[in-house]
């Protein structure tokens, strides 16, 4: 489904990744992991046409996309939730979902209903402004509008991070459901090692290059792993 080849991007002059590669299959469950500056959002980030693309290819269904901006990308069914600035804290829960359908003439309920339906939290608080609601909850909103296009591939960037500690297994839960649901996650993740063990494969990225790849299970198994990015 989506393609990294050899990708060389960054932010205006400054060039973050040097020749990265990753695949992401249908109904895949990917994760990124790697320490602080490793340039793990900005692989997502290039994926959705905010990065400078310096070389490299970046490729969705056999549709090549890297200089594309994200208002494009969108269309082709590519969910992309950043680690901040991700929901409008001023507009209410349902503002902020239709804002995930700005693109289609009129805002579906259906896909409206779906949400409400993976989220029952804001259904009853649809009329609730996000800027007054719990970390976890902006979470749900802000994943929750990314799915209002219904994508086949979901990028979560650092999905659990500013949840408190109890919170972030269930954060784990409904990121499991979705993609058991059929559609494709991408995630970039601090608790690297809760990620690993629910992923299908996983990269390390360190200085903006590849350094292992494998499933879930194999890199937590691998010892080098364990001891350069997993705490042992």
């Known amino acids: 489904m989506l393609t990294v080849d050899d990708l060389d991007a960054g932010y205006g002059d400054l060039q973050v990744l040097s020749e990265v590669d990753l695949t992401v299959e249908e109904g895949e469950y990917v994760v990124i992991v790697g320490p602080n500056g490793a340039g793990k959002s900005t692989v997502m ?14 490729g969705f269904r056999d549709e090549r996309i890297d200089g594309r901006p994200p208002e494009e990308i969108i269309r082709y ?7 901040n600035d991700n929901v409008f804290p001023s507009l209410t ?18 896909a409206l209903d779906a949400v409400y339906d993976r989220f ?10 996000v800027g007054s609601m719990s970390g976890g909850q902006q ?11 219904d994508p086949d591939l979901l990028m979560l960037d650092e ?7 109890d919170l972030v297994g269930d954060m784990f839960d409904r990121v499991d459901a979705i993609n058991d649901d059929g559609t494709a996650v991408l ?10 063990r629910r992923c299908d494969r996983g990269y390390v990225l360190v200085q903006g290059e590849n350094r292992y790849e494998g499933s879930g299970d194999a890199l937590l198994a691998d010892e080098q792993v364990r001891q350069d990015f997993l705490g042992g």
Do not use: C, W
Request: hydrophobic share 40%; no cysteine; glycine share 12%.
């Open 45 to 58: 980030k290039s994926v959705f046409g905010l990065t400078t693309h310096f070389g490299g290819r970046v």
């Open 77 to 83: 069914g590519i969910g992309y939730v950043p680690q």
């Open 93 to 110: 829960v349902r503002e902020n979902l239709e804002m995930g359908a700005y693109i289609l003439d009129e805002v579906p309920q259906d």
């Open 120 to 129: 029952p939290i804001l259904r009853e608080r649809k009329g609730q402004t």
């Open 139 to 149: 979470q749900m909103v802000a994943m929750g509008r990314a799915l209002m296009l």
């Open 159 to 165: 999905p659990s991070a500013g949840l408190a500690p």
């Open 187 to 196: 995630i970039v993740e601090q608790n690297a090692k809760e990620a690993l």
